[in-house]
């Protein structure tokens, strides 16, 4: 394989597809002036993202923390939930939180030794023509025959060969960094008003502290962050900590959205959050940025045929994703949080489904099923009671 491949974007869909490509022989260049950096996300990796690219990583050091529990809270009411994240057959806990940074370094760095060029330029232009792409950066032009767009919410690389996500296609995820404080505990407050969730997600050397809402639902960011401010405040959590804040476009999707998905060309395709493959309950993206990646790169060093890879995203990823599309509008509602809750204290079985959806193992297609099957003898009297708030939220 001699093909000339632009990817644009490194971050972990990024370098990921460099990676990929360059170990079948193709001539890639990964072009980006702004990573590693820190990125305002949770920054879990699960167990299944991290068996993607385990092989890659071997002698890179990756500065992680290791998440031993999950716990939901309900601040109003004062009550909470632990989930344990540890599998029962292991002493490893399934999910750990990576600095983004140094994440993002190494796998940058496994590109490069794989092969693949790292150009340090920022793309101002993209043009298709007569056998491939002309690039235009900062620091001159660059022709190749193919490229992949890993270039995040905001892809230049979308807009040229498809079209911007609209506002209803994005959230907005802000909050704070908040330097001189860690856990081995990730934190999640279910809300309604913004539908979502508040996270703490232990990092390395600080917490990342946050919350979500649609980029065309009317809250300001000035807002959102008031609010987290506010549960920082009343939780006591980071207490003595050094606040940062931070702001970032996440793509989140609705059902027909997926369906619609723009996802490649004959000489181009769409990896990670460029082409929206974020889940749209959790926010998280990172599974699903390296499965794309190593997707698009064996449809280029297959035959090039890409439609071959829009195809495997559909069958793989869109049923999951465009299902969790379908269960958000309900996920967030009160009574479903209460039940939830309750379900959470008091059942064994309903954390352990709790903490495979949080470790990327329960898939949401099935999600409705295991959970009616978990509710046990003390809550069946509650769950009769809220049956058509269960039928209605799954």
């Not at 809250?219 to 987290?228: A, G, K, P, S």
């Not at 329960?362 to 009671?385: D, H, S």
Request: proline fraction near 5%.
């Amino acid at each position: 394989m001699k093909k000339d491949v632009a990817v644009v974007g490194a971050g972990p869909a990024g370098a990921w597809a460099a990676y990929c490509l360059a170990t079948r022989g193709a001539r890639v260049t990964l072009i980006d002036p702004s990573h590693p950096r820190e990125k305002p996300c949770g920054g879990g990796v699960t167990g299944r993202a991290l068996a993607i690219v385990g092989r890659a990583l071997d002698g890179i050091h990756l500065s992680t923390r290791e998440i031993r529990s999950a716990r939901f809270i309900d601040s109003r009411a004062g009550r909470s939930a632990s989930v344990d994240l540890t599998p029962p057959d292991s002493d490893v806990p399934d999910l750990i939180v990576a600095s983004r940074a140094r994440f993002d370094a190494a796998l940058v760095t496994a590109a490069r030794r794989a092969g693949a060029t790292l150009l340090d330029s920022r793309v101002v232009d993209l043009v298709e023509e007569r056998g491939g792409f002309r690039i235009e950066t900062r620091s001159g032009t660059l022709r190749v025959g193919c490229v992949i767009g890993a270039d995040g919410a905001n892809s230049l690389v979308r807009r040229r060969v498809a079209r911007p996500f609209l506002r209803d296609q994005l959230s907005i995820a802000t909050g704070f960094f908040a330097h001189g404080a860690t856990s081995d505990e990730i934190v999640i407050e279910l809300i309604a008003n913004p539908p979502g969730y508040i996270w703490l997600f232990p990092r390395p050397d600080h917490l990342a502290i946050g919350i979500c809402a649609q980029a065309d639902s009317g809250i300001t960011v000035d807002t959102l962050r008031q609010m987290t401010a506010a549960w920082i405040e009343k939780t006591g959590l980071a207490r003595g900590a050094t606040l940062q804040p931070y702001s970032w476009p996440i793509p989140s999707l609705g059902e027909q959205d997926f369906r619609d998905l723009a996802l490649a060309g004959r000489r181009w395709c769409l990896v990670g959050d460029a082409a929206g493959l974020v889940d749209p309950i959790t926010r998280e993206g990172i599974f699903f940025a390296l499965a794309s990646a190593q997707w698009a790169a064996d449809a280029l060093g297959g035959d090039g045929d890409l439609s071959m890879y829009a195809s495997r995203v559909r069958d793989e990823a869109v049923p999951e994703l465009a299902r969790a599309a379908q269960l958000k509008a309900v996920f967030f509602r009160p009574a479903f949080t209460a039940l939830m809750m309750d379900a959470l204290q008091q059942s064994r079985a309903v954390r352990a489904v709790m903490a495979d959806l949080v470790a990327g193992r329960q898939p949401y297609a099935t999600l409705r099923w295991r959970l009616l099957k978990t509710f046990e003898l003390g809550l069946a009297y509650r769950a009769i009671v809220n049956a058509r708030n269960i039928r209605l939220a799954l």
